[in-house]
C-alpha cells in the first residue's frame, strides 16, 4: 500500500544559491530561511568539530522559526588542522592559491537534519579531498579575474572555472564539495520518513 502520510515541511537553514540549487535536484518541496550564526571558530576547534557545530547551530537558529524538518551545512577547507577561510580581497585569494599549490586540501562539509517533531537531530561530517596542480602566478591570476572567487573557503568554486585547478578529487560524494552532500542527505531524509525517489 502507499504510504499516504503526509511529508513533513522541509527548510533548508541557507540562502547559498549553490545548496538550493543542489536540494532542488531531489525534486522535493522546501524554503529556506537564513540562519543567524555566528560562524568564528572556537580556540583550538578542529575543522570536522566546528562544521558539525555550525551545521547544528544553524538548523537550530532557523527552528525557531520554522517547523518540520531543518537542514543545516556548514564548511570549512584545511590542510591538516589549518582551517581555510575566505579570501575577501583579490591580493589574499592570490596568495592563499600560492600556498595551495601542489597541495592536497579536505573539504569538512557539516550536515545536519533536525526534526523539530520530535527533536531528533542527524549530524555527520562528509570529507572531500582534493589535490591542487602546481599553479603558476599567470593561472592564478587567469583565474581570479574569471570567477572572483573572494567569498569562498580557499579561494576557489569548484563548480565554476576552479575545477581546473585540480590534478584529482577524492571523496564519495561530489555535491559535499559545493556543500551540500545529497548521498548522504538522502539517507538521513530516508530515516526522517521521506524516501526518494
Known amino acids: 500500500m502507499p504510504d499516504n502520510s503526509p511529508t513533513p515541511r522541509i527548510t533548508l537553514a541557507s540562502t547559498s544559491p549553490f545548496r538550493k540549487e543542489l536540494l532542488e535536484r531531489l525534486g522535493i518541496e522546501f524554503d529556506s530561511a537564513a540562519p543567524d550564526v555566528d560562524e568564528t571558530s572556537r580556540q583550538g576547534e578542529l575543522p570536522e568539530a566546528l562544521v558539525k557545530r555550525l551545521s547544528e547551530d544553524k538548523a537550530r537558529a532557523v527552528a525557531a522559526t520554522h517547523a518540520g524538518l531543518i537542514i543545516g551545512s556548514d564548511q570549512v577547507a584545511s590542510t591538516g588542522n589549518d582551517i581555510l577561510g575566505k579570501p575577501g580581497t583579490h591580493e589574499r ?24 517533531d520530535t527533536d531528533e537531530v542527524q549530524l555527520e561530517v562528509v570529507p572531500f579531498v582534493v589535490q591542487f596542480r602546481q599553479l603558476t602566478d599567470e593561472q592564478i591570476e587567469r583565474y581570479l579575474q574569471h570567477d572572483l572567487p573572494y567569498n569562498c573557503a580557499g579561494s576557489f568554486k569548484s563548480e565554476g572555472l576552479g575545477i581546473t585547478l585540480f590534478e584529482r578529487m577524492d571523496g564519495e560524494d561530489p555535491s559535499a564539495l559545493v556543500g551540500l552532500p545529497l548521498i548522504r542527505l538522502t539517507t538521513m531524509l530516508a530515516r526522517a520518513g521521506v524516501v526518494l525517489p
Open 93 to 116: 585569494a592570490r596568495e592563499q592559491l600560492r600556498n595551495l599549490s601542489g597541495k592536497r586540501v579536505t573539504f569538512h562539509t557539516g550536515l545536519c537534519l533536525l526534526n523539530t
